[in-house]
């Protein structure tokens, strides 16, 4: 009898394909792959899984009946159980607001370190959500039924509470808190995709170099890219859209209102944020020679598994395309 054939569908996304023996699939039964997702080597997803605008690094694990949407995911050192990050099945990513936002997108670890797969994994227990816009570091971990957002630390993070009912009773559509974390928090997101951007122009179509089928791989995997940096810059223009009512609604019914300040500096100055966005995301910036001369040197020694060059690169190379990537995707500080 042959190996049953997985059940699903999928459109707009890219697999870079298994270097592994395990696992031995790519996608469970029953999976839904949306526009924008990119499964890196050996990354995969277990049954009736559906993930939209997602990217996962090399190893990265989903479990079964998860709902993952707006998110970036990296960490792990390899293939092996308890090495890779890992998503327990029945989460949810939680990447739409009651106002109509989804200014929500997510980091769990990052891709200026995580590209080099040398980073401590992330564990999301099963059965809990994540509330976007988050980040974790590495070697983060949660258990299992927890609520989570805001910002996970290495090591165990405890669920959020519930908030209360005398606030939820207060809670009003029309008017937006606090936006500077979710601001901060997008911008962050945008820069490590383009520092992800940067890494295929760079270091992936270096390696692919005289192979064509390989350019043509990859030169897709960087369209996906492109389409969730264009996608995270789509929604926070939306959110900031929703922000002005907002401000000028504070300004009529609740002048002097706290709130005013943060929201109003946003959206004064989202007309210059969103050119820089834009531009930064198409700028593509060389890469050190350090770094292609250690790609080169990791290559002739490992042969041309993508997985094998990277964890082969030299302390020096590392170091010197770990200061490239942190370089372009520090676009908070610009």
Same mark, same amino acid.
């Given at each position: 009898?042959?190996?049953?054939?997985?059940?699903?569908?999928?459109?707009?996304?890219?697999?870079?394909?298994?270097?592994?023996?395990?696992?031995?699939?790519?996608?469970?039964?029953?999976? &839904?792959?949306?526009?924008?997702?990119?499964?890196?080597?050996?990354?995969?997803?277990?049954?009736?899984?559906?993930?939209?605008?997602?990217?996962?690094?090399?190893?990265?694990?989903?479990?079964?009946?998860?709902?993952?949407?707006?998110?970036?995911?990296?960490?792990?050192?390899?293939?092996?159980?308890?090495?890779?990050?890992?998503?327990?099945?029945?989460?949810?990513? @939680?990447?739409?607001?009651? &106002?109509?936002?989804?200014?929500?997108?997510?980091?769990?670890?990052?891709?200026?370190?995580?590209?080099?797969?040398?980073?401590?994994?992330?564990?999301?227990?099963?059965?809990?959500?994540?509330?976007?816009?988050?980040?974790?570091? @590495?070697?983060?971990?949660?258990?299992?039924?927890?609520?989570?957002?805001?910002?996970?630390?290495?090591?165990?993070?405890?669920?959020?509470?519930?908030?209360?009912?005398?606030?939820?009773?207060?809670?009003?559509?029309?008017?937006?808190?606090?936006?500077?974390?979710?601001?901060?928090?997008?911008?962050?997101?945008?820069?490590?995709?383009?520092?992800?951007?940067?890494?295929?122009?760079?270091?992936?179509?270096?390696?692919?170099?005289?192979?064509?089928?390989?350019?043509?791989?990859?030169?897709?995997?960087?369209?996906?890219?492109?389409?969730?940096?264009?996608?995270?810059?789509?929604?926070?223009?939306?959110?900031?859209?929703?922000?002005?009512?907002?401000?000028?609604?504070?300004?009529?019914?609740?002048?002097?209102?706290?709130?005013?300040?943060?929201?109003?500096?946003?959206?004064?100055?989202?007309?210059?944020?969103?050119?820089?966005?834009?531009?930064?995301?198409?700028?593509?910036?060389?890469?050190?020679?350090?770094?292609?001369?250690?790609?080169?040197?990791?290559?002739?020694?490992?042969?041309?598994?993508?997985?094998?060059?990277? &964890?082969?690169?030299?302390?020096?190379?590392?170091?010197?395309?770990?200061?490239?990537?942190?370089?372009?995707?520090?676009?908070?500080?610009?």
């Amino acid at each position: 009898r042959g190996r049953p054939v997985p059940c699903g569908v999928a459109e707009d996304a890219v697999f870079l394909g298994q270097e592994m023996d395990e696992p031995a699939f790519t996608t469970g039964f029953g999976f &839904r792959v949306r526009k924008g997702s990119l499964y890196e080597e050996d990354a995969n997803s277990a049954q009736h899984t559906d993930t939209k605008m997602t990217v996962l690094l090399p190893w990265v694990t989903l479990g079964s009946n998860i709902n993952w949407c707006d998110i970036l995911v990296a960490g792990g050192t390899g293939p092996g159980l308890g090495t890779f990050t890992e998503v327990g099945s029945g989460t949810v990513h @939680f990447n739409f607001t009651p &106002r109509g936002d989804k200014a929500t997108g997510s980091c769990l670890g990052d891709v200026c370190d995580g590209v080099f797969l040398d980073q401590p994994r992330v564990f999301i227990g099963g059965n809990g959500s994540i509330i976007g816009p988050c980040t974790a570091a @590495f070697g983060a971990v949660t258990g299992a039924g927890g609520r989570h957002g805001g910002d996970l630390r290495p090591g165990l993070n405890l669920p959020l509470p519930h908030p209360g009912e005398e606030a939820a009773a207060e809670f009003d559509l029309n008017y937006y808190g606090a936006v500077k974390r979710v601001a901060l928090r997008q911008l962050q997101v945008i820069g490590q995709l383009a520092a992800l951007d940067a890494w295929y122009a760079g270091v992936r179509a270096h390696l692919a170099a005289g192979d064509a089928a390989r350019q043509a791989l990859y030169a897709r995997g960087r369209a996906m890219v492109g389409l969730n940096l264009d996608e995270r810059i789509k929604q926070f223009d939306a959110m900031v859209a929703r922000v002005d009512d907002s401000v000028q609604l504070l300004y009529t019914h609740l002048p002097g209102d706290v709130r005013i300040p943060q929201q109003w500096a946003l959206v004064n100055a989202w007309n210059d944020i969103r050119p820089h966005l834009e531009q930064h995301g198409a700028q593509y910036e060389e890469p050190p020679r350090e770094l292609l001369d250690g790609l080169d040197a990791a290559a002739a020694k490992c042969g041309p598994t993508y997985t094998a060059i990277i &964890r082969g690169l030299n302390p020096a190379a590392r170091a010197a395309g770990q200061a490239w990537l942190r370089g372009i995707a520090a676009i908070s500080d610009t």
